[in-house]
């Protein structure tokens, strides 16, 4: 029963996340300033961003339920929360400030906390571990696009 709770529990706080995100970039990629950027040839459709979030947090409020579980909780709430804050800032950032330097560098953080994650915890959660691999494909994706955007405009 704990588990089903500390699921519930982060998917609301992850889908909460994508909220102020959102609201955070101020309609960011439908501007004219992110319109007329130089973007990567590799840029996915808008939907697939939705989709690949959506995907993601699912994925990742399973994976933090079962470390939750697993190990010491202050910790992991420690390192969700600095991944929490990066995940929403970067939206406001980019989006809303149009820091792309600053932007790229706080991916580069997000990217290296899930990377964090990814390691130190293996061994407590075992398999389980494979439900935070699309959070780190889609953020290595995404810093590709935000380096390239960096570097060609």
């Known amino acids: ?60 409020s399973f994976y933090m339920a079962f470390l939750y579980k697993a190990i010491s909780k202050g910790m992991v709430l420690w390192l969700f929360t600095l991944q929490f804050v990066l995940n929403v800032i970067w939206n406001y950032i980019f989006f809303n400030r149009h820091f792309i330097g600053l932007g790229f560098t706080t991916i580069l953080l997000l990217t290296s906390l899930i990377v964090i994650f990814m390691i130190k915890f293996k061994k407590e959660i075992g398999i389980k571990t494979v439900l935070i691999i699309p959070y780190f494909v889609w953020l290595c994706i995404a810093t590709s696009l935000n380096g390239y955007i960096l570097l060609n405009n």
């Open 1 to 60: 029963m704990k588990l089903f709770r500390y699921t519930i529990i982060f998917l609301i706080i992850n889908f909460g996340a994508l909220a102020i995100g959102s609201w955070l970039m101020a309609n960011g990629p439908e501007t004219a300033w992110y319109q007329n950027l130089n973007k990567a040839p590799w840029t996915p459709p808008g939907w697939v961003f939705g989709a690949a979030w959506t995907t993601i947090m699912v994925c990742f």
